[in-house]
């Protein structure tokens, strides 16, 4: 059982060499070159591995109700106590718009390597289906909140989003029964096999402890929900629907992990305060790494 939450390991120590390449190596690997690498793997080729994994994989949306049932109950419970802090913590407005995400959106470069790892291609794509279904949710929620604070046109916001355009092409072209031709499919997961292991490193390059004294009580809120909640209503929604196998671990899985890089990517662009989510990107992704494991062993156990 232990073996099997090792196999995630190699993910994690890539993220870690990311971090001590971003740390030790400032001159031969500078802020440019990072941030240059995950415009690639964020406009380019982390779009391709989803549109690729989605669009070939073998599942049906009505088999796999149960699933997504749980996944997206669990996210929708994260999502709801992730909109609670305002009421209940009042933090600062544009603290608020910029870290609500990380309470319930997901690392799915993280994600898609660590399925991998644990249930080869069929664990690849039924992440994937996950994503599908709840990348446009997460995106819209995190989206919403910033917009509004800035006062911007949300439909402009996310019909440019190319994780919302890239899973939605790959789901409607999988149940529309077309498949991307031989030499298409080919290059695509060419594309997608460079982006987990360059996604990670990035993820490491990028990890930072600043702004820890932003809002501390308002951080830690986050980091809970997404690291500890998020997860425990995953599991006992697939301890209720009965789930195993591939896919209980990939909803859990899925709840596990930690909150996305790109929200820090996001809250930037948009215009919000940017600084305390790339501290709960951090801390949320470091902690991931005794989290995960943790989890996942909990379900087999």
Not at 81 to 101: E, T
Not at 205 to 219: C, I, K, N, Y
Not at 250 to 274: C, D, E, I, W
């Amino acid at each position: 059982m232990f073996a099997n939450a090792l196999l995630i390991l190699p993910d994690f120590a890539t993220i870690l060499l990311g971090l001590l390449l971003a740390r030790v190596w400032r001159d031969g690997y500078d802020r440019g070159f990072w941030v240059g690498a995950e415009r690639l793997v964020y406009y380019v080729l982390f779009p391709a591995l989803l549109f690729a994994s989605i669009n070939n994989a073998q599942f049906s949306i009505g088999a796999e109700l149960k699933m997504l049932g749980a996944a997206v109950g669990a996210f929708a419970v994260a999502v709801a106590l992730a909109f609670a802090a305002q009421p209940l913590l009042k933090p600062a407005p544009d603290v608020f718009a910029a870290c609500v995400q990380t309470g319930f959106r997901y690392n799915s470069y993280i994600g898609l390597a660590l399925a991998q790892s644990l249930a080869g291609s069929r664990g690849v794509a039924t992440l994937a289906l996950i994503i599908a279904v709840c990348v446009p949710l997460a995106n819209l929620f995190a989206v919403y909140a910033l917009a509004r604070h800035r006062e911007l046109h949300l439909g402009r916001e996310l019909i440019r989003n190319p994780l919302i355009l890239s899973t939605v092409a790959g789901l409607v072209t999988n149940l529309l029964v077309w498949h991307l031709p031989a030499v298409a499919a080919s290059f695509a997961q060419r594309l997608g096999s460079a982006s987990l292991a360059l996604g990670l490193l990035c993820i490491g390059a990028g990890l930072t402890l600043q702004a820890a004294q932003a809002s501390p009580r308002v951080l830690g809120y986050f980091i809970a929900v997404k690291l500890a909640v998020f997860p425990a209503v995953a599991w006992a929604l697939v301890q209720w629907l009965g789930l195993t196998g591939t896919a209980a671990q990939v909803v859990l899985l899925f709840a596990a992990l930690p909150t996305a890089s790109s929200a820090y990517v996001l809250a930037a662009r948009m215009g919000g305060n940017a600084a305390p989510v790339a501290f709960i990107v951090t801390v949320q992704t470091l902690l991931a790494m005794l989290t995960v494991p943790l989890w996942l062993l909990l379900l087999r156990g």
